[in-house]
């Protein structure tokens, strides 16, 4: 059974820093690309950060560019999620998501939440 499973989140003040991972078990993890995605209360859910199957190439929203960087290792089966100078609109539940082609799983969740 595919799982995603997401750490490292959790309270800190505002121009803090967190960085979240992301361990896949049960796939093939180099064939899918990643993603980082939140939900705040009340809002829908948006993409945060993409990264390709290779880590070629990554991608951002606008909100985040320059504080955030997502990586992945392979060997790990794991995505990070590095962010720096947290604000508190940045709070949210933080979920990773895995593609390939018609294949989609997402991770459970971990809730970050930056106080100002």
């Known amino acids: 059974q595919v799982q995603l499973v997401e750490s490292g989140g959790g309270l800190v003040q505002f121009g803090g820093s967190l960085r979240l991972s992301c361990a896949a078990s049960?796939?093939?993890?180099?064939?899918?690309?990643m993603s980082w995605y939140r939900q705040a209360p009340g809002k829908e859910r948006e993409l945060v950060a993409g990264?390709?199957?290779?880590?070629?190439?990554?991608n951002y929203v606008d909100s985040v560019k320059g504080r955030f960087t997502i990586s992945r290792d392979n060997a790990k089966n794991t995505v990070y999620l590095q962010m720096n100078s947290l604000k508190p609109e940045d709070t949210a539940v933080y979920y990773c998501?895995?593609?390939?082609?018609?294949?989609?799983?997402w991770g459970q969740g971990t809730q970050v939440t930056v106080s100002s």
């Open positions: 998501r895995a593609v390939f082609f018609r294949d989609a799983y």
């Open positions: 049960a796939l093939t993890f180099s064939r899918y690309a």
């Open positions: 990264i390709s199957s290779d880590g070629s190439t990554t």
